[in-house]
C-alpha cells in the first residue's frame, strides 16, 4: 500500500533553514508516471503549493517563495526532500509531502503531515 | 497567478440536505484542470474530483463536480454525517493554486 511519510524537526528558530524529508513506500518515486511535491498549510488558511520534482530530476518552485525553497530527491532511499531558507513566523505550517499521478495531475495520495513552527 | 473564488465561506446543512459549492476561477484556468478536496481536522486533504467531474478513487457518488465557463460546482447530492467538512478548490494548469475554502457545517 502506498504511504508517504514526512520527518524533520517541528521546531524551527527564525531565519534557519527548515529540512524535511518524505519517504515512499509501496511506490518508486524513479518512476516516470508520478511527480512528487510539496504542500503547507498555515493554521487557518488553505493549502499552499511549494515545490514539486519530477523522475528527470526537474524542479518547480511556487515563484512567490523566490529562491528559499529547494526540493531534491534521493531515488537510493526512495525519498525527496524539501528545505526552506530564511524561515520566519509566517512559515508556521503542517507541511504535508504528495504525490501527483501524472494521469490525474491532481494531488491524489498526501502524507499525514508534519506540524512545522518557527520560533 | 490564477486566482479562485469560492462562495459560500460557510454552508450550514443538515444530514439528507444537498450541498452546492461553488469555485469560480480567473481567465487563464482551463476547465478541466481542476480539483476539489475534502479537508477535516487532524487529517490530511483527500483528493473527491479531478479534471473539474471526475470522482477519484473510492470516493462516493453523492460527489460529482461540474463546469460552466470559468464556474465550477461540487454538489453532494445527499449529506452524511461524515461529509461535514472543510472543501477547497485547486487549480493545477499553471502554478497549483488553492481556493480559500467552503466550510460545510451542521445547522
Known amino acids: 500500500q502506498l504511504r508517504l511519510q514526512e520527518s524533520g524537526p517541528g521546531l524551527v528558530k527564525p531565519s534557519e533553514t527548515l529540512s524535511l524529508t518524505c519517504t515512499v513506500s509501496?511506490?518508486?518515486?524513479?518512476?516516470?508516471?508520478?511527480?512528487w511535491g510539496w504542500i503547507r498549510q498555515p493554521p487557518g488558511k488553505e493549502p499552499q503549493w511549494l515545490a514539486t520534482?519530477?523522475?528527470?530530476?526537474?524542479?518547480y518552485y511556487n515563484p512567490s517563495l523566490n529562491s528559499r525553497v529547494t526540493i531534491s530527491s534521493d531515488t537510493s532511499k526512495n525519498q525527496f526532500s524539501l528545505r526552506l531558507s530564511s524561515v520566519t513566523a509566517a512559515d508556521t505550517a503542517v507541511y504535508y509531502c504528495?504525490?501527483?499521478?501524472?494521469?490525474?495531475?491532481?494531488?491524489?495520495?498526501w502524507g499525514q503531515g508534519t506540524m512545522v513552527t518557527v520560533s | 497567478e490564477d486566482v479562485l473564488t469560492q462562495s459560500p465561506g460557510t454552508l450550514s446543512s443538515s444530514p439528507g440536505e444537498r450541498a452546492t459549492l461553488s469555485c469560480r476561477a480567473s481567465?487563464?484556468?482551463?476547465?478541466?484542470?481542476l480539483a476539489w478536496y475534502q479537508k477535516k481536522p487532524g487529517q490530511a486533504p483527500r483528493l473527491l474530483i479531478y479534471?473539474?467531474?471526475t470522482r477519484a478513487t473510492g470516493v462516493p457518488g453523492r460527489f460529482s463536480g461540474s463546469v460552466s465557463g470559468t464556474d465550477f460546482t461540487l454538489t453532494i447530492s445527499r449529506l452524511e454525517p461524515e461529509d461535514f467538512a472543510l472543501y477547497y478548490c485547486?487549480?493545477?494548469?499553471?502554478?497549483?493554486?488553492f481556493g480559500h475554502g467552503t466550510k460545510v457545517e451542521l445547522k
Open positions: 504528495v504525490r501527483r499521478d501524472i494521469m490525474i495531475l491532481a494531488f491524489d495520495i
Open positions: 509501496g511506490a518508486s518515486i524513479g518512476s516516470s508516471n508520478y511527480h
Open positions: 520534482i519530477y523522475y528527470t530530476k526537474d524542479t
Open positions: 481567465q487563464g484556468v482551463s476547465s478541466s484542470h
Open positions: 479534471g473539474a467531474s
Open positions: 485547486q487549480q493545477y494548469g499553471g502554478s497549483p493554486t
